[in-house]
């Protein structure tokens, strides 16, 4: 909003009309207005030109040069030059006994968090949302406690959850299990214990996470027009009716869009296996996640390739979640 | 939902919001009192919460102790956090939203492709483009410029500019085009003005992303010089023996910004993802 100053500085490009494209471009124009020729075509190609230009240079071309170099062995500061390589990366990956293994499992984390925060982040996020979509005092301070959560930075979720875990049986988690067993509990390893950890991470995921979704479902629930609902009760229809009648067929939209960005933002995971592990004891071969094997690949192995092929597959996998949702979600708005 | 409530299930509606509130705010008091306590207090079961002891030792400590060149300066990570974030922040508003208005408001051949080409970007996470980048930009690393630059550009936020602008009547345009405006003074005189909630949300979720963003740094900064908060956090937490009363400390001054924005401008962000999300 600062910016309405730089309007009366910037020259409206230059004032000669370039030729025959200007000619052209001002047949679609509604009216020709006397004295002023149309340069829309113009001002709108510069207009739009910094943040095309950037994507361009920050996503696109990133984004192609990945898939190049996952065709190469290419390595930071080798005296090498790269060398072409084939598929021989995404071969390793996937068949290559000493080093599919790490992948393998990282697929097979993120596919674990995926399967479990999905539905229950999702149904966890419906529930909050029915509770806070109701007309009482202070329910805007309600809605603002759960969403709170989201704003934390997600290295600080994890430095939080990492004392709440903590394997001492000082650790919050434990001596609240030790209080409730009255003394049985004793000390127990959440973060570092293989069986645990996955559901440590996950939990303290959806901590952070439910309160979006929630924010998006309760938009959707308040688009249900109330009518219906007056509607259905003149029915006698009881509160599980009017749930599976009028709600879900109100935000079904709305709750595929929430699974789905769910299951995307899944894959994403990253920065709290990558505190957790570097810090806090978690274990990380019963954590680490595409993103992860990604980064670890590339900055401590230095494997650039290699790297660039996780990559890859990281983005087929983000790219069929997508195009799943759009196939589920078109049908769901004609109705 | 017009139902009529009695005192009674008023009550009860209280009850189990209260109940469900405290509990998920457990963490976020843990934090708060914790970094108000002695360290050895702060991971000591149960007594963790309760509030004794309490001072803002931990809060000087970690200004004190983070104040050398080998540590790095904590004004200087939150220096760096502040800038990046005004930088991507400010970048980009101005430059989304006049490609935003260049896309949705001119008419010109083309205009449908290039959209078209920033809604397939829109579907690239950074992160499947983050190991080229920090190949690219390798000899960049621990500069400030490119720990801002790959984020001002950013396709989400043309798409939210883009859906805010066409809702636009055309005749408030026409009206300032007949005047004798051009598309830029249409755009920064009347077009920015009127669409402060646009603005207002989409620079407020950029902060949020921009203030937490981790992966970036995590590949780009090695030098304490150019860390941002949520790296140092990283970093700090990983301090032998971890001081927790600290740790607590400096999480606090970390999350505290975004609290602020949060609870001013709360309408705003609740309501730019809500409906970016409801639009999807």
Avoid: C
């Avoid at chain 2, 705010?25 to 000591?44: A, I, R, T």
């Avoid at chain 2, 396709?155 to 859906?163: D, E, G, L, N, R």
């Amino acid at each position: 909003m600062k910016s309405v100053e730089p309007a009366h500085a910037a020259p409206p490009g230059p004032e000669q009309t370039p030729s025959a494209t200007t000619v052209k471009s001002a047949r679609s124009t509604r009216s020709a207005r006397p004295g002023r020729k149309n340069r829309d075509w113009l001002h709108g190609l510069l207009m739009s030109a910094p943040a095309v230009v950037g994507l361009i240079l920050f996503v696109g071309v990133p984004f192609g040069y990945a898939v190049v170099l996952s065709f190469y062995n290419v390595r930071l500061g080798s005296p090498l030059a790269p060398s072409f390589f084939g598929l021989e990366q995404y071969r390793r990956l996937f068949t290559d006994p000493d080093m599919s293994g790490p992948f393998l499992r990282a697929l097979l984390n993120n596919l674990t968090f995926a399967a479990v925060v999905v539905p229950v982040q999702t149904a966890l996020a419906l529930a909050l949302a029915i509770l806070l979509n109701r007309k009482l005092k202070a329910i805007g301070l309600f809605r603002s406690l759960f969403f709170m959560p989201v704003v934390f930075p997600m290295a600080l979720v994890a430095v939080i959850w990492r004392l709440i875990l903590a394997r001492s049986d000082q650790g919050m988690l434990n001596s609240a299990l030790n209080a409730v067993s009255l003394g049985n509990w004793g000390a127990f390893d959440w973060l570092g214990d293989g069986a645990t950890a996955m559901a440590s991470i996950i939990v303290l995921s959806i901590w952070q996470g439910v309160g979006f979704q929630m924010v998006i479902l309760l938009a959707g629930l308040q688009q249900i027009p109330g009518e219906l609902y007056e509607a259905a009760q003149l029915d006698r229809a009881s509160r599980w009716q009017r749930f599976r009648h009028v709600t879900l067929p109100g935000i079904r939209g709305t709750l595929v869009f929430v699974a789905m960005l769910t299951s995307v933002l899944s894959f994403r995971v990253f920065d709290q296996v990558y505190v957790l592990v570097r810090g806090g004891g978690l274990n990380e071969e019963a954590t680490r996640t595409v993103m992860y094997q990604a980064v670890t690949t590339a900055f401590d192995q230095n494997n650039i390739g290699q790297a660039s092929a996780i990559t890859v597959v990281f983005f087929m996998i983000v790219v069929v979640l997508t195009l799943i949702q759009r196939r589920v979600v078109r049908p769901g708005n004609e109705d | 939902m017009g139902t009529t409530r009695t005192p009674l299930r008023r009550f009860i509606d209280y009850a189990v919001l209260g109940v469900l509130a405290f509990i998920f705010v457990l963490p976020v008091l843990y934090l708060f009192l914790g970094s108000l306590k002695p360290s050895d207090e702060v991971l000591d079961g149960l007594s963790g919460f309760l509030p004794t002891h309490l001072s803002l030792d931990n809060y000087s400590t970690v200004l004190s102790s983070l104040d050398s060149d080998s540590t790095g300066h904590f004004r200087r990570f939150m220096g760096v956090s502040l800038l990046l974030a005004f930088v991507v922040v400010t970048g980009g508003l101005f430059v989304n939203s006049m490609a935003a208005y260049g896309l949705s408001r001119l008419k010109w051949r083309g205009r449908e492709a290039v959209f078209t080409l920033i809604l397939l970007l829109m579907l690239v996470p950074f992160e499947s483009v983050a190991v080229p980048l920090f190949y690219m930009f390798n000899d960049q690393r621990n500069t400030l410029p490119i720990l801002a630059l790959p984020f001002i550009a950013n396709a989400f936020s043309v798409y939210q500019f883009h859906t805010f602008f066409r809702s636009i009547p055309p005749s408030i345009e026409e009206a300032a085009r007949i005047d004798g405006a051009g598309p830029w003074r249409t755009f920064f005189a009347i077009i920015v003005p009127m669409s402060k909630p646009a603005f207002a949300s989409v620079a407020i979720l950029t902060f949020l992303i921009q203030w937490g963003s981790f992966l970036w740094p995590v590949l780009m900064v090695s030098d304490p010089s150019v860390r941002p908060l949520p790296l140092e956090m990283s970093v700090f937490q990983g301090q032998q023996p971890p001081d927790w009363g600290q740790i607590f400390a400096f999480g606090v001054l970390l999350v505290l910004p975004v609290l602020v924005v949060f609870a001013f401008f709360q309408r705003w962000f609740v309501q730019g993802v809500a409906s970016s999300a409801v639009k999807g």
